[in-house]
């Protein structure tokens, strides 16, 4: 990993999981008529996280970020810092890997998870973001 590149801070990553959490519910609630998230039993709950992980690997593949990481300004990119499509099967596995919960609350001293380790990626501020795009300095400034 470039130590170059500051990666996100927690919180904002918790608050774009929230932002994320709230948009699949709310999807799984127009699919199913809403009812089904109220019932006990109901499999509504698996719904939400499958869409949340389809979502969340899609966005990141297509635009940079799920849902959530693109609203509170945050980004996935390579770990290495050169800018390059990241393989979206991996994306995929890297969204899983932060259903299961575990791998995220396991992080380095540099704020990347178990998740980002595995499949290389880093999750940084948008700033960090648009400048790699531009191909200028990543700067050594704090985490945002």
């Given at each position: 990993m470039n130590?170059?590149?500051?990666?996100?801070s927690?919180?904002?990553?918790i608050?774009?999981?929230?932002v994320?959490?709230i948009?699949s519910t709310?999807?799984?609630?127009?699919?199913?008529?809403?009812?089904?998230?109220?019932?006990?039993?109901s499999?509504?709950?698996f719904?939400?996280?499958a869409?949340y992980?389809?979502?969340s690997?899609?966005?990141?593949?297509?635009?940079g970020?799920?849902f959530?990481?693109?609203a509170?300004?945050?980004r996935?990119v390579p770990?290495?810092?050169?800018?390059r499509p990241?393989?979206?099967?991996?994306?995929?596995?890297?969204?899983?890997?932060?259903?299961?919960v575990?791998?995220?609350?396991?992080?380095?001293?540099d704020g990347?998870?178990?998740?980002?380790?595995?499949?290389?990626t880093?999750?940084?501020?948008?700033?960090?973001?648009?400048?790699?795009?531009?191909?200028?300095?990543?700067?050594r400034a704090?985490?945002?």
């Amino acid at each position: 990993m470039n130590d170059a590149i500051p990666t996100a801070s927690w919180g904002r990553r918790i608050v774009a999981l929230v932002v994320d959490w709230i948009a699949s519910t709310l999807v799984v609630a127009v699919m199913t008529g809403g009812s089904s998230l109220r019932d006990t039993g109901s499999s509504s709950g698996f719904l939400v996280l499958a869409v949340y992980v389809v979502e969340s690997a899609l966005f990141t593949w297509l635009l940079g970020g799920s849902f959530g990481k693109i609203a509170t300004g945050l980004r996935v990119v390579p770990a290495d810092g050169v800018m390059r499509p990241i393989n979206p099967l991996l994306l995929l596995a890297r969204q899983v890997m932060v259903a299961l919960v575990i791998p995220p609350l396991v992080f380095r001293h540099d704020g990347r998870g178990l998740h980002d380790v595995l499949i290389g990626t880093a999750t940084v501020p948008a700033a960090v973001f648009h400048a790699m795009v531009a191909g200028g300095p990543q700067g050594r400034a704090g985490r945002g």
